[in-house]
């Protein structure tokens, strides 16, 4: 099956389809913008359909005014609620640069050094080996350079019931497969973490109040909340959707508040245009300094170099992250960007000081790369890029991607409509395992079938049919989850274990449960 969207961040530098460009005149960046003026009403409402995605908004910040601000499509299949520019969506890893700033306004204000020992802030945080653990600094938390795989771990503390502080707890049994700092993988935890850093150092405050204290009230963006908690309850927001394994279908929405500093915040693009001006005016908005331009440039700096190669498809040549933001050369301009995905939405922020240009774009639909091409093809209009529909370049790979996906899934189908006959009674299957990282699992019988839960998981489940030799389909309760092999360790005549995976858009790395 294919690698999906990231849940939160794409890479499209890294991972995008090779564009081959149009012969269409490039638009000089001093002239007239005619892409947005003239293409973008129908580029977006053809990317909408060609990508199966209900309802987008977007804003685009241009020397301190709001250029567009608006939405597209609609918040829920079915309905005539139409997406407007105070539309909310979870806008997941764009959550970061939140944190990021909040640490980097801290230290400019010498209530913590970036460079200081996180123990320093957090006595019990523990990595895998004990060197890294005496040498890992707060600004190594964002950096995604601890030696992990990317998402490493999020299965277990995605959507679950641990706290934030069980969630750093159990980074110490995350073990890498690469060395620290100088192996890039992208790992949420290390968020959670510098956001626990926050009330150890304001005498109390939470990474959510702080957060609303010194950005959220300051910038005025009164519908953006640190929490996903209500969501559903919210008047105005973007139902989540996903046609990853199969047609496009309603999802559950996401409970996330316990990973909220890497993750967990709702946002519309009314809002984020004021976060964008923020970031665009050194700090300052509506001519007040709401940050020092010393501190907020922190963020920016690089802590971890991805790539250093001229991109074959994008006039790029080399890709650093700071604190909660990626950072790339982009046509001459450097430009700023973070995406981010939950369940049913992604999102994608993106500023260029040089050119005084902001980008926010919204969508519920996560499994599509629209809205990484949408960004492209704005940086494009206003960067004089030759023209080259990214849109279109994208989609014949991500079609291609979701046919095998949905091949896959017929296969396993097919194996369970065969009705072979299992190897042991069903009974042999049941009973408790557990894994070291992840914790505990159920299995039972339910009928012919064998039904998973997961305590720390308390709105999840897994059914097994069984197909062949010792392996099982399992379908996740959650749809995100989706539909993969478990394969049961058999020694002997008994069942010592079972190895379970999901979505990589959650991670990529199966399980390995031993029966207790």
């Known amino acids: 099956m294919r690698p999906f969207v990231s849940r939160l961040l794409t890479f499209s530098a890294l991972s995008a389809a090779l564009v081959a460009s149009s012969p269409a005149a490039a638009q000089s960046a001093a002239g007239p913008n005619r892409f947005m003026t003239d293409s973008l009403d129908r580029y977006i409402e053809r990317g909408l359909r060609q990508w199966q995605i209900p309802g987008l908004a977007v804003v685009v910040v241009k020397n301190g005014q709001v250029v567009v601000s608006k939405g597209y499509g609609v918040r829920a299949v079915g309905k005539a609620e139409p997406v407007d520019a105070n539309t909310l969506f979870m806008i997941a890893s764009n959550t970061k640069l939140f944190t990021g700033t909040a640490l980097a306004k801290l230290d400019g204000e010498k209530k913590l050094s970036l460079d200081e020992r996180a123990t320093k802030y957090l006595p019990n945080f523990r990595l895998y080996d004990s060197i890294s653990t005496q040498l890992v600094t707060v600004r190594d938390l964002m950096g995604h350079h601890f030696g992990t795989k990317t998402f490493q771990g999020d299965f277990t503390f995605w959507d679950s019931s641990l706290s934030r502080e069980e969630i750093v707890q159990r980074m110490r049994l995350l073990k890498p497969n690469g060395q620290f700092r100088r192996d890039y993988g992208y790992c949420n935890a290390g968020f959670v973490a510098a956001g626990l850093v926050v009330p150890v150092v304001t005498g109390g405050t939470s990474w959510d109040d702080y957060v609303q204290q010194n950005f959220l009230q300051p910038l005025g963006m009164t519908s953006t909340s640190t929490g996903t908690t209500g969501y559903g309850q919210r008047p105005n927001i973007a139902l989540p959707y996903s046609n990853t394994f199969g047609p496009l279908a309603p999802m559950p929405f996401d409970n996330i508040d316990n990973i909220g500093p890497c993750g967990s915040m709702v946002s519309n693009v009314t809002d984020l245009a004021k976060w964008l001006r923020f970031q665009l005016d050194s700090g300052r908005y509506e001519g007040k300094q709401i940050m020092p331009w010393a501190a907020l440039r922190k963020t920016r700096d690089p802590n971890t170099l991805l790539n250093t190669r001229k991109s074959p498809v994008l006039p790029s040549h080399y890709t650093t992250y700071g604190l909660g933001v990626f950072s790339a050369d982009y046509a001459g301009s450097q430009i700023f960007w973070h995406t981010g995905g939950a369940t049913g939405h992604v999102s994608n922020v993106c500023f260029v000081p040089e050119q005084g240009l902001g980008i926010a774009i919204l969508t519920n639909n996560d499994n599509q790369s629209f809205f990484e091409a949408l960004r492209y093809q704005i940086l494009d209009s206003y960067l004089g890029v030759p023209y080259t529909n990214r849109s279109a370049a994208y989609l014949k790979g991500a079609r291609a991607g979701d046919q095998q996906t949905y091949a896959a899934v017929a296969q396993l189908q097919a194996r369970v409509a065969k ?89 990529y790395d199966s399980y390995v449960f031993s029966r207790l």
Do not use: C, W
């Open 419 to 507: 009705k072979k006959k299992l190897p042991m009674a069903l009974d042999a299957y049941t009973g408790q395992f557990t894994h070291p990282l992840f914790g505990p699992i159920s299995i039972a019988k339910k009928g012919k079938q064998l039904l998973v839960t997961f305590p720390n998981h308390p709105n999840l489940t897994a059914t097994l049919d069984y197909m062949d030799g010792q392996e099982f389909r399992a379908t996740y309760s959650n749809p995100t989850y989706g539909i993969f092999p478990a394969v049961f360790q058999v020694e002997g005549n008994k069942v010592a274990g079972v190895e379970m995976r999901i979505n990589p858009f959650i991670e």
